[in-house]
């Protein structure tokens, strides 16, 4: 896995040679995108383009909150904070506004599929916990960890994401 300073500097881009393995944003957001479907409650005229707009919502504010406090972060160390520096910061963290493309896609074609608005909100749960195992597995694998390793932030990330399908059980 990636170091990250304590700033939480972006990293590098990287190179040919060597992939990018932080994927932290990306689980995040999927895990994210989860907790705001499982959460959702009911809708006015239009639930799927609610659902849609709270969960493309979500991740941009949670994506801005996370780009701020590293320029707060850099502001405090550097004394000033470069437009390089900004569009570094809004790259690294935009996987968590990526992260609710799918679930939020989801939930668009979901009349396709012939799903209410229930099952499009299952759907789209469903999408956010398979992305969030998917990406925290790639990460480890393309970071070169250990097979064991791979195996427990799997399981670690399956049972994450099946605390919130238990809470949206609960809740609804």
């Known amino acids: 896995m990636a170091h990250r300073s304590p700033a939480h500097e972006p990293d590098p881009s990287p190179s040919p040679e060597q992939p990018r393995t932080d994927y932290t944003g990306a689980v995040y957001g999927s895990l994210l995108a989860a907790s705001v479907v499982a959460g959702a409650g009911a809708f006015g005229p239009h639930p799927r383009v609610e659902l849609v707009a709270l969960l493309l919502c979500t991740g941009l504010v949670f ?3 996370h780009a701020y406090v ?12 470069t437009w390089r520096e900004i569009r570094q910061v809004c790259a690294a963290e935009w996987p968590i506004v990526q992260a609710a493309f799918l679930p939020a896609f989801a939930v ?11 099952g499009a909100g299952w759907l789209a749960l469903g999408v956010a916990v398979v992305q969030q195992v998917g990406w925290a597995t790639a990460m480890v694998i393309r970071a070169g960890i250990s097979h064991g390793a791979v195996a427990s932030v799997a399981a670690v990330n399956l049972v994450l994401g099946l605390i919130i399908v238990a809470a949206k059980v609960a809740l609804h």
């Open 63 to 65: 994506w801005a909150a």
């Open 108 to 118: 668009a074609i979901s009349p396709l599929l012939g799903l209410g608005i229930e």
């Open 70 to 81: 590293r320029f707060i972060g850099n502001r405090l160390r550097h004394r000033s904070v």
